[in-house]
């Protein structure tokens, strides 16, 4: 993007003032302040009209930069008995205006929340297919984001979801941008363009049962609310800019806190929180879990968080568990952890020569490092082998007489919820070490040594 807003195609005269009138140019004007002159960009193509009338000003822009790449995706959900027939018009199309086309099917079905399940599915692909260097651009439009809106307000969303659709987000890595050129725009100019240019698209009749919520918003609300208030959709598009600013203004504050807060990823400080007013601290609680899951906890969720883990004196550790994970406090520390299976009989061989062990549900890897714990070396004979419980009693140099791991580990004040998950360095039936934690007493005097790390992110 061009941040002085000038034309980064140069001198390159894309209209004809007897052909555009103001809006029409508006349209073409918003795809352009996005795209370098040699810019790759991957249309989302379903056939309707918005992606029709998008996918043709990106090839009469084309017309006029030749550098410009584009290519089109097209994925058939398989929910419509004319859902091949779409595809093959879409294929047609393409081929028509020499736009290379990738077709994909998604063939699973799903039960609940058809809707929401399928866009989840349709932008996997999408992100598999984007190339490094390429942008996608979507359709969405104007009643999209109004009806998004009214569908955030009948859920009670805070300003998270009053954001409703960005004109601009991050879609991979740096270079992968997905833009909603047209968000500012009312669906009727994309039609009237669209029946101008005397385009070809795909009306798809389930848009008119309204026992689907946001068909109801478009067939039934929007037009009887826009009778009354004529400039109401615009008005909409000012709420959710202004929702969308002061998310950004939030997001920058409550994250320069946490930074001071944090004592790792997972961990955070109670004392350094406390200090702060109940509704910054539900924030600070909120964005936290944001960053480690990428999904918003609901309203509730924060409040029970901040009642019975942030204020709660009756449990020393007291825990909140999730679908993926949980939360615990211990030592005036709030601790996350993603769950796992039961792991407390499984052992895991590495035979002679001993390389990496790459421990399973996302625990890391063990492997050989200088900067690793010193142990002695494995004979060539012995059974390298990782495990995560042992019940009888060892001699550590932390603790000098024998006694269960559970007690050294306490000693150690390593959290209660991270105990169960430590590896444990074993040759044949012997106990080493917990690994980067301390060695058994009997091997501390060995003179050769064996460096390695536990990689982890817990």
């Given at each position: 993007?061009?941040?002085?807003?000038?034309?980064?195609?140069?001198?390159?005269n894309l209209y004809n003032k007897n052909f555009y009138n103001e809006k029409?140019?508006?349209?073409?004007?918003?795809?352009?302040?996005?795209?370098?002159?040699?810019?790759?960009?991957?249309?989302?193509?379903?056939?309707?009209?918005?992606?029709?009338?998008?996918?043709?000003?990106?090839?009469?822009?084309?017309?006029?930069?030749?550098?410009?790449?584009?290519?089109?995706?097209?994925?058939?959900?398989?929910?419509?008995?004319?859902?091949?027939?779409?595809?093959?018009?879409?294929?047609?199309?393409?081929?028509?205006?020499?736009?290379?086309?990738?077709?994909?099917?998604?063939?699973?079905?799903?039960?609940?929340?058809?809707?929401?399940?399928?866009?989840?599915?349709?932008?996997?692909?999408?992100?598999?297919?984007?190339?490094?260097?390429?942008?996608?651009?979507?359709?969405?439009?104007?009643?999209?984001?109004?009806?998004?809106?009214?569908?955030?307000?009948?859920?009670?969303?805070?300003?998270?979801?009053?954001?409703?659709?960005?004109?601009?987000?991050?879609?991979?890595?740096?270079?992968?941008?997905?833009?909603?050129?047209?968000?500012?725009?009312?669906?009727?100019?994309?039609?009237?363009?669209?029946?101008?240019?005397?385009?070809?698209?795909?009306?798809?009749?389930?848009?008119?049962?309204?026992?689907?919520?946001?068909?109801?918003?478009?067939?039934?609300?929007?037009?009887?609310?826009?009778?009354?208030?004529?400039?109401?959709?615009?008005?909409?598009?000012?709420?959710?800019?202004?929702?969308?600013?002061?998310?950004?203004?939030?997001?920058?504050?409550?994250?320069?806190?946490?930074?001071?807060?944090?004592?790792?990823?997972?961990?955070?400080?109670?004392?350094?929180?406390?200090?702060?007013?109940?509704?910054?601290?539900?924030?600070?609680?909120?964005?936290?879990?944001?960053?480690?899951?990428?999904k918003f906890i609901s309203y509730k969720k924060n409040h029970q968080i901040?009642?019975?883990?942030?204020?709660?004196?009756?449990?020393?550790?007291?825990?909140?568990?999730?679908?993926?994970?949980?939360?615990?406090?211990?030592?005036?520390?709030?601790?996350?952890?993603?769950?796992?299976?039961?792991?407390?009989?499984?052992?895991?061989?590495?035979?002679?020569?001993?390389?990496?062990?790459?421990?399973?549900?996302?625990?890391?890897?063990?492997?050989?490092?200088?900067?690793?714990?010193?142990?002695?070396?494995?004979?060539?004979?012995?059974?390298?082998?990782?495990?995560?419980?042992?019940?009888?009693?060892?001699?550590?140099?932390?603790?000098?007489?024998?006694?269960?791991?559970?007690?050294?580990?306490?000693?150690?004040?390593?959290?209660?919820?991270?105990?169960?998950?430590?590896?444990?360095?074993?040759?044949?039936?012997?106990?080493?070490?917990?690994?980067?934690?301390?060695?058994?007493?009997?091997?501390?005097?060995?003179?050769?040594?064996?460096?390695?790390?536990?990689?982890?992110?817990?």
């Amino acid at each position: 993007m061009d941040a002085s807003g000038s034309n980064p195609l140069g001198r390159i005269n894309l209209y004809n003032k007897n052909f555009y009138n103001e809006k029409k140019k508006l349209l073409i004007e918003n795809i352009i302040k996005y795209i370098k002159p040699n810019q790759k960009i991957l249309v989302s193509y379903s056939g309707g009209l918005d992606s029709t009338v998008l996918l043709y000003q990106l090839i009469e822009l084309k017309k006029k930069n030749k550098k410009i790449k584009i290519r089109a995706i097209h994925i058939n959900h398989s929910i419509n008995k004319n859902s091949d027939i779409w595809s093959y018009h879409c294929y047609k199309q393409c081929k028509k205006n020499n736009i290379k086309i990738i077709l994909k099917k998604i063939n699973k079905k799903y039960k609940n929340n058809i809707e929401c399940s399928l866009r989840i599915h349709r932008y996997k692909i999408i992100k598999k297919e984007l190339l490094k260097r390429e942008i996608l651009m979507t359709a969405h439009h104007l009643n999209d984001q109004c009806e998004t809106l009214i569908l955030a307000l009948k859920r009670g969303s805070g300003p998270d979801g009053l954001s409703c659709i960005k004109k601009v987000i991050q879609f991979g890595n740096k270079k992968q941008l997905l833009i909603r050129p047209f968000i500012k725009f009312e669906k009727k100019i994309l039609k009237k363009w669209a029946i101008k240019k005397k385009l070809k698209w795909i009306t798809d009749k389930s848009n008119f049962n309204i026992n689907i919520e946001r068909n109801f918003v478009r067939i039934k609300i929007i037009p009887i609310l826009e009778s009354k208030w004529p400039f109401l959709l615009k008005n909409f598009y000012r709420t959710t800019k202004i929702c969308q600013e002061n998310k950004k203004v939030i997001n920058f504050f409550i994250h320069s806190i946490l930074k001071k807060c944090k004592l790792s990823k997972t961990e955070i400080k109670i004392k350094k929180i406390i200090k702060f007013p109940k509704e910054i601290i539900i924030l600070i609680i909120r964005y936290w879990m944001h960053d480690l899951t990428k999904k918003f906890i609901s309203y509730k969720k924060n409040h029970q968080i901040y009642k019975d883990i942030i204020l709660t004196k009756k449990n020393k550790s007291p825990s909140m568990y999730f679908k993926k994970y949980k939360l615990q406090k211990y030592k005036n520390i709030i601790f996350y952890c993603k769950l796992i299976p039961n792991i407390k009989n499984l052992i895991i061989f590495c035979h002679y020569p001993f390389k990496k062990i790459i421990l399973p549900h996302e625990l890391g890897k063990i492997k050989k490092s200088k900067n690793g714990m010193k142990v002695p070396p494995p004979k060539k004979t012995d059974l390298v082998n990782i495990r995560f419980n042992f019940s009888k009693k060892i001699l550590t140099h932390e603790i000098n007489k024998k006694c269960k791991i559970k007690k050294i580990l306490n000693r150690l004040k390593i959290p209660i919820l991270y105990r169960n998950y430590i590896p444990l360095l074993f040759y044949n039936e012997t106990f080493i070490s917990a690994i980067g934690l301390f060695l058994s007493k009997s091997k501390e005097n060995i003179k050769k040594h064996w460096h390695i790390s536990w990689i982890n992110d817990i």
